[in-house]
């Protein structure tokens, strides 16, 4: 009676291991392995219950840090929706594994897919955090995201997860007739799985510019880091003009392209004089573009979190308004129905607006081809089609612009470097990640990340960075194999919900029979 949920339990724990800040990446598939063997062959609402074990097991350490500032409940409440999504996964594999009770590999895959997919869209948008793929930039597996994106690094190893329980199943029950030969050849066949992903190219030539990323660093870690009027853009100022100097006494390389992080401007820069003054200054001292992370007071009665272009001797020439606000901690949808339930939804007075354009700033530096900076905003560098469209706009880089001062020393902004490493393979695109704390890294389209800073500390990254146009084949398929594999499941499901109701009309109509005997 214990067996499943404690297998459930496990899974789950043994799932964090495969991201930051364990970095253990085969903890995946072992822990998708003993949620399969727990799921197999369980009653419905049983797979419900077993999944939201296992999720709940998984979310909860994991996005721990999403409550270090603001108590327990909101990140409590976040793990368990979350969770939710594979308490659904668990009901719709073990309904399809009730009868036989033997795994199935690939239907077993098909859900976990679907269920990731759910989870990236609804509600409110989604939260695709913590996917799969995103804990796999060092895995065989992580490398198959150039052929078709994080879904298919997830469907890949919930399939190799499968085959593996399908061999242990064949183990324990090889007597009673299961054959034996599953045994040894689903075990080849996910190791195979694994190691395709060795065959897949990350290509890293092409021409290069010289990109400066700069972390400013805040007067405190925590919800009021800007609380210091001016002080974050102060520091990013000065952490700028010093790393100039370098470059002024031959130490460094003139950067073509230099890149301030989210909220790097702690004011409204086109508002304040005083900030834009410092910012346009710190332009002309560079005679390089720069693009500024910033709030802006605008429209009337709500707030735009923004990446600015600003250029010498041009000013503020280009505008990016982030398009996937964070529900409950940028606007509160349905406010009037969540202060039901706490008043606390009013901390957040004025609402983030959501911009409608895709973020991509092109600089024509003088010694370096045409920079065209793909742009995302702190955790929109988890949703696909963010950063699809970036690369469909005609983006030849990347660039991450986040603030991780909210979260403390947790470790959340390894989990979002780890992101973009994920991001850089999937598109063959080099990625600027720059955080106002930190981590910040300049990746390559390999998904290396060089140069990572520390946590709370002023710090550049700097260096050349291939600026590649080739796409992958990630890139030109988008999220279709994502919607295939959702087709195939219902499919299946609806097969299944067909033979269910003619077996039982078969039983039926063959006890109606017996009676008719009997009398």
């Not at 955790?379 to 469209?389: G, P, T």
């Not at 403390?408 to 994920?422: D, K, M, V």
């Amino acid at each position: 009676m214990l067996v499943r949920p404690l297998l459930a339990l496990v899974a789950g724990g043994v799932l964090c291991l495969a991201f930051p800040t364990f970095d253990i990446w085969v903890a995946a598939p072992v822990a998708l392995t003993l949620l399969a063997l727990a799921l197999t062959g369980a009653r419905a609402w049983a797979g419900f219950g077993l999944g939201l074990l296992a999720g709940l097991a998984f979310f909860v350490p994991t996005l721990q840090w999403s409550g270090i500032y603001v108590g327990s409940l909101p990140w409590l409440a976040l793990a368990t929706v979350e969770a939710l999504f594979f308490a659904l996964a668990g009901l719709a594999y073990a309904w399809l594994t009730r009868r036989r009770g033997t795994v199935r590999p690939v239907v077993f895959a098909l859900v976990w897919l679907a269920s990731e997919g759910l989870r990236a869209r609804a509600p409110y948008g989604g939260f695709p955090w913590l996917k799969l793929a995103f804990g796999q930039a060092d895995s065989p597996f992580g490398r198959l995201v150039a052929l078709g994106g994080p879904p298919l690094v997830g469907f890949a190893i919930a399939l190799a997860a499968g085959l593996l329980a399908l061999a242990v199943q064949a183990l324990v029950r090889r007597r009673g007739g299961m054959p034996l030969a599953r045994a040894v050849v689903a075990p080849l066949l996910a190791v195979g799985l694994g190691a395709a992903g060795l065959l897949v190219p990350l290509p890293t030539d092409g021409p290069t510019a010289q990109f400066l990323g700069v972390q400013g660093n805040v007067p405190r870690p925590g919800l009021d880091f800007n609380a210091e009027r001016r002080m974050v853009l102060d520091n990013h100022v000065r952490a700028t003009i010093d790393a100039l100097q370098d470059v002024a006494a031959g130490r460094a390389p003139r950067p073509d392209l230099i890149v301030w992080p989210e909220n790097a401007s702690d004011i409204d820069p086109l508002r304040n004089a005083d900030a834009k003054s410092e910012i346009l200054a710190t332009v002309q001292a560079a005679q390089t573009p720069l693009i500024v992370g910033g709030l802006l007071e605008e429209p009337a009665d709500h707030v735009s979190n923004v990446s600015l272009l600003f250029e010498p001797g041009k000013g503020n020439t280009a505008r990016y308004v982030k398009r996937h606000p964070v529900p409950f901690a940028e606007y509160i949808p349905n406010r009037s129905f969540w202060r039901i339930f706490s008043k606390e939804v009013d901390l957040v007075r004025r609402d983030f607006v959501a911009g409608d354009q895709v973020g991509l700033f092109t600089v024509h530096p003088a010694a370096a081809p045409a920079i065209k900076a793909g742009l995302a905003i702190c955790f929109e560098v988890a949703y696909d089609d963010i950063m699809l469209d970036a690369v469909r706009a005609g983006a030849n880089v990347l660039v991450v612009q986040t603030n991780n001062a909210t979260f403390g020393f947790t470790a959340e902004s390894p989990q979002q470097l780890a992101i973009s490493r994920i991001r850089a393979m999937e598109f063959g695109r080099s990625v600027v990640h720059v955080s106002t704390v930190g981590q910040s890294a300049l990746i390559t389209p390999d998904g290396t990340a060089h140069q990572v800073t520390s946590l709370f500390t002023q710090a550049v990254v700097r260096g050349a960075l291939p600026l590649r146009t080739e796409t992958t084949l990630a890139t030109r398929v988008g999220e279709v194999p994502e919607w295939v594999g959702a087709a195939v499941l219902a499919l299946i499901m609806v097969g299944s919900f067909v033979r269910g109701r003619g077996q039982t009309a078969v039983r039926a109509q063959m006890k109606d029979e017996d009676d008719e005997d009997e009398s």
